[in-house]
């Protein structure tokens, strides 16, 4: 079983930027496609930004130049760097590790941390 803790989020006025860390309980990073989503009061929870086992990373149109998705395998952490944040980021975010293994899917989740962006 694999344990993803999420922290970092907090209250941001708009403009401000906040780094978000996902620690994973064992060494998976490396291995597992890491990702983040987000969701919003009253809304479905959205893709926000991943980085493949390749380290090749993509993101969401949304956030695209605002957002970076870094991993340190040594720490088995994920960070998401936000930068310009605006009110509609306003969410929980949540952390996402996810690998095919023999066509058996493993997917794990973490509790999710809450970002604010308001004045």
């Known amino acids: 079983q694999v344990q993803l803790v999420e922290s970092g989020g907090g209250l941001v006025q708009p403009g401000g930027s906040l780094r978000l860390s996902c620690a994973a309980s064992?060494?998976?990073?490396?291995?597992?496609?890491m990702a983040w989503y987000r969701q919003a009061p009253g809304k479905q929870r959205e893709f926000v930004a991943r980085?493949?086992?390749?380290?090749?990373?993509d993101y969401a149109d949304s956030v695209k130049g605002r957002f970076t998705i870094s991993r340190d395998n040594a720490k088995n952490t994920v960070y998401l760097q936000m930068n310009s944040l605006k009110p509609e980021d306003t969410a929980v975010y949540y952390c996402?590790?996810?690998?095919?293994?023999?066509?058996?899917?493993?997917?794990?989740w973490g509790q999710g941390t809450q970002v604010t962006v308001s004045s």
């Open positions: 996402n590790a996810v690998r095919s293994i023999f066509a058996v899917m493993y997917d794990y």
């Open positions: 064992r060494s998976i990073v490396s291995i597992y496609a």
């Open positions: 980085v493949s086992t390749g380290g090749s990373t």
